[in-house]
């Protein structure tokens, strides 16, 4: 286990500013370069179809398998980092910016359904030349990690989804909100960045002032591309099919859910339990809707020990 990036980059922040003048943006890929490095990873594009597509991989490649991380809705491949720090020594890391995310093409006709989506991390792995992988996903990319293994099972080794979409048999919060006109996962104005992550995550990490001011920056612009993934994500989530497709999936599969999300109710974990074969679940107190930023070190644990037991 690495050391903890917390004082590092608080020293790298305050040695910046003393030596010059830095705009929150400098200071903001600084941060982000030292929580990448310190995770022993870094940033590539390549090229697929018509779309860049920006990812996060080993700095120094490793004689062991492949994890490939799949990002939610509204997020990016950054969200992996203090996940993927636990894992590197030992693991091939791919933390990838879906389509529409992150450093990624943001095209507006692109198809964002769960479907379509899958299709998109197909033409990305296949560009990657990752043929097998061990995968996990949160949220909208736990649905769209579900799905990949139903429909690509002999490239998925195993699969952990983190508070995954796809099923809302128990409505949350955001449901409600969402029925009333209210999202709080687009934010559109000064103030919504920090609601969001209110709303999102019960355990909230250490993040310094500048960077929270960048990543709201960032999220409003990205609002027109988020409300449209987001109408695709709401509708193919609703379709009967989901359940029926991830009874195919034939890799172990491990769902940890936090449960004190409010974006997606816990209580769904036991529908995905019931639908796949070869599923067990871990409900976390005290962790909202994204355990590997919350608690990284314990959900790698959790991972290591359900590779485990599965073999």
């Known amino acids: ?54 990812y996060l991989s080993n700095i120094n490649p490793v004689d062991g398998e492949t994890i490939v991380l799949i990002h939610g809705f509204g997020a990016n491949k950054d969200n992996w980092t203090r996940l993927a720090r636990e894992l590197t020594d030992e693991f091939n890391v791919y933390a990838i910016d879906l389509p529409g995310h992150g450093d990624s093409s943001k095209t507006l006709d692109l198809g964002y359904r769960f479907e379509d989506q899958v299709g998109h991390v197909s033409k990305i792995l296949a560009t990657l030349d990752i043929d097998e992988a061990h995968m996990m996903g949160n949220s909208m990319g736990g649905a769209i990690t579900a799905l990949y293994a139903a429909t690509y099972p002999e490239q998925v080794r195993s699969a952990v989804l983190f508070d995954p979409a796809g099923i809302f048999e128990y409505d949350s919060e955001l449901v409600e909100l969402v029925m009333g006109g209210d999202n709080p996962l687009i934010p559109s104005k000064e103030g919504d960045f920090k609601r969001l992550i209110d709303f999102a995550l019960e355990k909230k990490p250490f993040v310094p002032w500048p960077i929270y001011d960048v990543m709201e920056e960032k999220a409003i612009a990205n609002r027109e591309v988020n409300e449209v993934i987001f109408a695709a994500i709401r509708d193919s989530g609703y379709e009967p099919d989901f359940r029926e497709t991830i009874t195919r999936i034939k890799a172990p599969v491990l769902v940890v859910w936090g449960k004190e999300d409010r974006v997606i109710n816990y209580r769904n974990a036991d529908v995905f339990v019931e639908q796949i074969p070869r599923a067990r679940k871990v409900l976390l107190d005290g962790v909202g809707h994204a355990p590997m930023v ?10 290591r020990e359900f590779l485990a037991e599965t073999r």
């Open 294 to 303: 919350e608690v990284p070190e314990e959900s790698a644990e959790l991972f």
């Open 1 to 54: 286990m690495k050391a903890s990036p917390i004082f590092p980059i608080i020293a790298l922040l305050v040695s910046t500013l003393l030596v010059s003048a830095c705009s929150r943006h400098t200071l903001y890929d600084n941060a982000i370069d030292w929580e990448r490095s310190g995770a022993g990873l870094e940033a590539s594009t390549v090229q697929v179809d018509n779309m860049t597509i920006a």
